[in-house]
Nanobody, 127 residues
Framework: QVQLVESGGGLVQAGGSLRLSCAAS????????MGWFRQAPGKEREFVTA????????YYADSVKGRFTISRDNAKNTLVLQMNSLKPEDTAVYVC????????????????????WGQGTQVTVSS
């Protein structure tokens, strides 16, 4: 079992930055990849970014490419999302997720490939 706890959300003005963290505990050795998804009010959950735990390959949604950076600290079992140049449309609950099995680039972008989920942290970007 893997437990995921997010932190770092909050309110920021457009153009600002936020840094989200996801602390993983439990059987983290079994996590093959981790990712961030987000869900805005009235919308479906959408993929934001993902990273493979061993090789560190990264994947981004087109909407955040060039503005967001995902990274991981293997020693601390922590996933980090640095968000710059935030826009009002980035407002959502951000949730981190862990995949117990290897996924291809397509699978990493789908919520159905992930086995463990955090509770989420609210990010609000004001215009």
């Amino acid at each position: 079992q893997v437990q995921l706890v997010e932190s770092g959300g909050g309110l920021v003005q457009a153009g600002g930055s936020l840094r989200l963290s996801c602390a993983a505990s439990g059987r983290t050795f079994s996590a093959k990849a981790m990712g961030w998804f987000r869900q805005a009010p009235g919308k479906e959950r959408e993929f934001v970014t993902a990273i493979t735990w061993s090789g560190g390959s990264t994947y981004y949604a087109d909407s955040v490419k060039g503005r967001f950076t995902i990274s991981r600290d293997n020693a601390k079992n922590t996933l980090v999302l640095q968000m710059n140049s935030l826009k009002p449309e980035d407002t959502a609950v951000y949730v981190c997720a862990a995949a117990a099995y290897g996924l291809g680039s397509t699978g990493l972008r789908s919520e159905y490939g992930y086995d463990y989920w955090g509770q989420g942290t609210q990010v609000t970007v004001s215009s």
